[in-house]
């Protein structure tokens, strides 16, 4: 073990996160001096290039933004589109985005469980090596992210930038006979995903709290996923219409992607553990019952613990997907008709990784005329730059290397998705 | 011990790279058979090059990156392009139809910060590409092909003939003729499935162009559905953007003359 007064430490080309990032850490004798998330995701425009587009185009448009949440962004633009020309959608077009949004959190969050987060805590580089030891849990995992996938490909066509997604609805809506064979997958999943849940609630946590302000989007009598209204843990509310008079975004140096603070308030958080702390009463009996079991409380403020609430929103998303299958009656027509007007609309929805803001105007033609997309990731980044700060503080008696991989690991508790930030790690610490 | 792969990342969404990690059923049989030597969104553990395989996701809009498409060239012994970002120039390029100063000014309170390419250009552009595939995103049945085939030294068994073809063979109805609804089926490159059809919307175009495409034939089709020559530039400028077919087929907005005008 090394101990030097002054140092810098930088994880270049953080692995196992979404997109390229770097962070650099400069130590002057006991002090922190600097803490920076460098995004180095090359900017690629889409809220300019969104312009000119028809009224109808940007749910496939910013669906590839981020090839991890592709359904968020879809949702959050048709939200945001519809809203704009005074539509809503009937509730059996509303319940089938629900269950594919469902797929996504299943496959999204599976995927940062087994593939992303858990090798940090069971010390292996990888889940490829972990499987080396231990086949049957990665193995688990696949499944069980397959699970999510299946709901995807089923009804979105594909898993990756779906097709069957429409301003309005759907091209196409399942018969109740294809989702049969789905509902009994994820029968099998619910098992699978309690099992996870049990698992990872066996993982060591490191004593490590921060207050920060929550923010995620609630809606009163379920838990939030594809429509809600914003509210902080602060006791702060608003409509997603005042999305941009609450949210202010600034450009930094460091990073292609922009922070985001609460106006007059600070840096906040958003993504799994504001939910849970937001939502936790409208979980599913069984999915409460989960995070009573793995040891959540009424909140979650140890970024690394949000592994568990993963798990119980895999739990409800499984179950919720179920529900809707069970209950499903096709609707008369897959969509309704979203013809254009002239004016301007806002959609949120909680993406994976927490919520995603999108704001259009529409010409008289039906062309947007401009384009907003506020993504969690960017919200999220002064919090984590402010955790690091404290969790590095708390670790200078480490050698950089060791530093260096537990700062990785820091990063990776906020499943950061730096592609969505419009990207992300690099570490390096200056020690002065 | 199998061939050494590498991923590398360059301007994309991260779900070309995210192709391989969604082959669940297949995803541990692979990683028994080559050794993964880079792959940061799966793994921390990087092993230093040369790489028998690199597959290579994302566009080139950074002269940082143009840098570094040539040192990963230099260390990779077969080079693979894996999607519409990698090898068309994906959706950024379409900064290369506007002015990249105004795009920064619009996204970006300080576009100073910016250090970006007036272009975003695909990885064949720069350096020699030994296998492209195609789509956004890949088929991941198609990657799975190409990495067998390189496990075992063979030529990938990939088509290159048109969308169409598929929709038949799933024995879709054609949603141009039953339904009138613009489809780029005819001049995109196979791949999917015929995926779009298949769930009663048109191709968009996602896998780029195929094999000599009929221009004008397509101009007549897409007009017939009561598309505006604006609308045919916009559909082709999608995902495939960059693609100089597509740019050729984007300015044949009007239609063969039809067979009755031709012999009266």
């Known amino acids: 073990m090394t101990h030097r007064p002054d140092r810098t430490l930088d994880v270049r080309a953080l692995a196992r996160v979404e997109g390229e990032g770097a962070m650099h850490v400069r130590v002057r004798g006991d002090a922190v001096e600097d803490v920076r998330l460098e995004i180095y995701e090359p900017p690629r425009f889409f809220e300019a290039f969104l312009r000119g587009r028809r009224h109808t185009e940007p749910p496939d448009i910013t669906a590839r933004i981020c090839g991890i949440c592709p359904v968020a962004y879809q949702m959050s633009a048709c939200r945001a589109i519809e809203d704009a020309c005074g539509v809503a959608g009937p509730e059996p077009i509303e319940a089938l985005r629900r269950l594919l949004y469902c797929g996504e959190w299943i496959e999204s969050h599976v995927l940062h469980i087994y593939l992303l987060h858990a090798p940090d805590f069971l010390g292996y580089p990888s889940a490829i090596d972990l499987a080396r030891d231990r086949a049957d849990l990665v193995e688990r995992g696949l499944s069980l992210k397959k699970a999510g996938n299946d709901i995807l490909e089923l009804l979105g066509g594909r898993a990756i930038h779906p097709v069957n997604v429409r301003v309005g609805g759907f091209y196409r809506a399942p018969t109740p006979a294809e989702l049969a064979p789905l509902a009994r997958t994820l029968r099998r999943a619910l098992d699978q995903a309690l099992a996870t849940a049990e698992w990872v609630a066996g993982f060591e946590f490191p004593d490590f709290h921060h207050d920060h302000e929550m923010m995620a989007l609630v809606e009163p009598g379920r838990y939030a996923i594809e429509s809600g209204t914003p509210a902080t843990t602060g006791g702060l509310a608003f409509p997603v219409s005042a999305f941009e008079e609450h949210v202010i975004e600034e450009h930094v140096a460091h990073s292609t992607a922009l922070h985001a603070r609460l106006a007059g308030r600070g840096r906040y958080l958003v993504g799994p553990a504001a939910r849970y702390t937001l939502s936790r009463q409208w979980l599913s009996p069984l999915a409460r019952q989960a995070a009573d079991a793995v040891g959540l409380g009424a909140e979650c403020r140890n970024p690394y613990r949000s592994i568990l609430v993963r798990a119980v929103e895999t739990v409800y998303a499984v179950e919720e997907a179920l529900r809707i299958i069970e209950a499903y009656e096709p609707p008369p027509r897959p969509y309704v008709d979203v013809p254009p007007r002239e004016g301007q609309g806002f959609g949120a929805t909680e993406a994976p990784r927490g919520v995603l803001f999108h704001r259009y105007a529409l010409d008289a033609d039906g062309l947007v005329s401009s384009a907003r997309i506020v993504p969690p990731t960017s919200q999220n980044q002064a919090s984590i730059e402010d955790d690091l700060r404290r969790f590095v503080e708390g670790r200078l008696d480490l050698d950089d290397e060791q530093l260096t991989w537990q700062c990785e690991q820091a990063i990776r508790n906020y499943d950061p998705c730096i592609s969505c930030s419009t990207h992300f790690l690099d570490l390096r610490v200056e020690r002065l | ?264």
């Open chain 2, 1 to 264: 011990m199998g061939p050494t792969l590498a991923v590398w990342k360059f301007a994309s969404c991260d779900g070309c790279q995210l192709s391989l990690l969604d082959c669940e059923d297949e995803l541990l049989a692979v990683a028994g058979q080559v050794r993964i030597a880079h792959f940061l969104e799966a793994t921390r553990e990087v092993q230093p090059g040369p790489y028998d395989v690199s597959l290579v996701e994302g566009s080139i809009t950074t002269a940082g990156d143009a840098e570094r498409i040539r040192r990963i060239r230099d260390m990779s012994r077969t080079l693979v392009t894996i999607g519409a970002c990698a090898t068309a120039g994906g959706v950024q390029a379409l900064r290369n139809f506007g002015d990249v100063a105004e795009f920064a000014a619009v996204v970006y309170a300080r576009p100073d910060y910016i250090s970006t390419l007036a272009t975003s250009t695909p990885i064949a552009d720069h350096v020699k590409v030994d296998l492209e595939l195609r789509g956004c995103p890949i088929d991941r049945r198609q990657l799975l092909e190409v990495i067998s085939a390189l496990l075992v030294g063979r030529k990938p068994n990939i088509s290159s003939h048109s969308v169409c073809f598929e929709c038949k063979r799933r024995g879709n109805v054609c949603v141009v003729v039953a339904h009138g609804t613009p489809c780029l089926g005819p001049v995109t490159h196979a791949g999917c499935g015929a995926l779009c059809p298949t769930y009663r919307r048109g191709c968009y175009g996602c896998f780029g162009p195929s094999q000599t495409p009929n221009a004008a034939a397509q101009a007549g089709l897409l007009r017939a559905t009561g598309m505006s020559e604006a609308d045919i530039t916009r559909y082709y400028r999608t995902f495939n953007a960059g693609s100089p077919t597509f740019i050729e087929l984007s300015r044949v907005t009007v239609g063969p003359p039809d067979a009755a005008e031709v012999s009266s």
